[in-house]
């Protein structure tokens, strides 16, 4: 599976877009881009996924680069309980295994 | 209400003593799995198990085994815990192989003395 590489942290306003970055240069044709978040130690939660077209749904926005090599989810309008780890995981749909790195903590201010 | 439940989600116990972590979900998926998470290491998959009588060895299955007699509960066993065992423990169920939405439960945090 491919290796993600994501910022270790981010500051965003309340209100504001909440722009995530992930790198994924390594990606194969058939391996997902999901996105999961955690809040302080609760379960993970998924959010979105993608493979190659951008993806919207109720939470977030997910937006592929055209060669995959990196994505962004974005957060319309953060909120205070968006605070969390941010997870980009890359692999096969066959598989149900995911591979979590060290995500991004967005912090959301007021 | 759809959801993972883990019990118990607290336990303090000692290196030797035989624990059982429950998991149940009230969503009929085939799928579940466990993970530990510890610091620096991000999750790991521990077992996974596809259905029922069906369990298979994640990344770091040493020292647990698991069980799936029913479609819907899938416990964690530790026969003999050992301090190195202390972590995070999420319990995660999916509908089927392949459906990349995974439901976690709550965690169980586990300190082995």
Known sequence: DAKTTQPTSMDCAEGRAANLPCNHSTISGNEYVYWYRQIHSQGPQYIIHGLKNNETNEMASLIITEDRKSSTLILPHATLRDTAVYYCIVG?????????????LLAVQP | EAQVTQ??????TVTGKKLTVTCSQNMN????????????????????????????????PEGYKVSRKEKRNFPLILESPSPNQTSLYFCASSFALGVVEQYFGPGTRLTVT
Not at chain 2, 7 to 12: D, K, Q, S, T
């Open chain 1, 92 to 104: 096969r749909g066959a598989t149900n295994k995911l591979i979590f790195g060290t995500g991004t």
């Open chain 2, 7 to 12: 019990n118990p989600r607290y336990l303090i």
């Open chain 2, 29 to 60: 998926h085939e799928y579940m799995s466990w993970y530990r998470q510890d610091p620096g290491l991000g999750l790991r998959q521990i077992y996974y198990s596809m259905n029922v009588e069906v369990t298979d060895k994640g990344d770091v």
